[in-house]
């Protein structure tokens, strides 16, 4: 363009000339001219060269990394880039856009990768709103497969066995898919093929629900549940809290105002008739309680008169944590059908011991998972009950004196009274509260003929006053 940039020597061809401003307008025209015949002479144009807005990636990089249990897998991706005149940039997976990030995240690292079809994965990232400033490689993708091993009785997959699984029983029940290849609930893992059904809430696979393997979801795989209940294969996924109000339904332990020593009946109420209940198939919960107060062996909950079983059918499940003061339990309808109401839903019954000293109880209601047949959560509020017990035992009376013995026994159980004490009537309770005879006796009684196990004895003198006594047989 004018301008003379000197002599060079043949001999040094090729010579580099520059650095010439790549402004993306000016058009440089080069001659060169034989200095000793001008007329040997040629020229070359070169241009437009715009350097100061090309933006470049280089050095892409995309490393795989390792398997997650679900068989999903991690990818780093990283790259170096001039020029991009944009904070951000695409992500392409195998010809679809997988999401945009800023420049600032490099090297990234997505997780949750699903497993590739292909062997090789295609990865293009471009400089976001910039043309053609993009750049490609491939990875090969791992092979994450999921070993998923059925547990029988962790029909929710959670990692353990216990009352929640009973939900997605009831969710699922009567669905039938593949049988596995080995059927049976000894607490192993199992392999079986897919089903066709997932349920809603976590596309967890129904073959999960399918306990024992027979390719149908019903009774027979809540027999997993209760052999296997409360053991696990790993670290146990907490079940969600559910957020409630109290302008939502309540859940809660019907107590009397006061309650003597001795077996009691309490209804576990759901909904009342202000706050009825519009809708729910199946609820899982925990009843706490204290074993210092409530025998734990004693306590059984039923569901004879529960509204959650209208005009259907219902499974259901309890189990006591003796050590923790816990009862686990669980009721599901199975026909797929939600029901509305309010009331009784389960009668829990327990036997007060010695509880001198102690003045008042409190039964709370924890961890509640409510659902719809469609899977929806039902929010309940959990209300806790309180009572005053003990009230017939807070003076000694003559009656605590009786001794009863041998204990253990195996058949006959004989009384040691105070002075001016006799026995007017002896009601004989099984762990469970139920009773099973009246013995008019007053100087021994024989078990003989009961199963073995805990027996609680109420001792009622002919002054009125009653006492309760545990005896092992
Ligand atoms: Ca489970
Ligand atoms: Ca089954």
Known sequence: NGMNYGLFNYADLPITLGLFEGDGVT??????????????????????VDCSTECSIFDLTATPGDCAADGTYSLTIDFDYQNPGNDFFDLYIDGTFYDYYPLSDLPLTIDGLEPSPVPLVHVLVCINDVPNCCEDTN??????????EIWPGDANRNGEANYDDLLNIGLAYGAEGPERPLQGIDWEAHVGPDWPQNFATDALNYKFADCNGDGIINEGDVEAIEQNYGLSYSEPIPIPAQEATENDPPIYLSLPPAIPNGPFEADVMLGTEDIPVDAIYGLSFKVQFDPQVIMPNSIDVTFDDSWLAAGGQVLSIDRTLAAEGVVEIAITRI????VGGYGAMANFIGIIDDVLGKGEMQISILDVHALRADESPVPLFKMPAQTDISTSVQTPSAAEGIKVFPNPTSDWLYFDLPQGVEIERIRIYDAQGRLQFVSLDGSRVNLGHLPKGIYFLQIETRAGEVVYRKIVH
Do not use: K
Request: charged share 20%.
């Open 139 to 148: 990875y090969e993708a791992p092979s994450c497969v999921v070993f998923e």
């Open 335 to 338: 026909d797929h059908n939600d």
């Open 27 to 48: 058009v440089y025209e080069f001659i060169i001219t034989d200095v000793a015949d001008p007329t040997c002479s040629n020229f070359t144009e070169l241009g437009p």
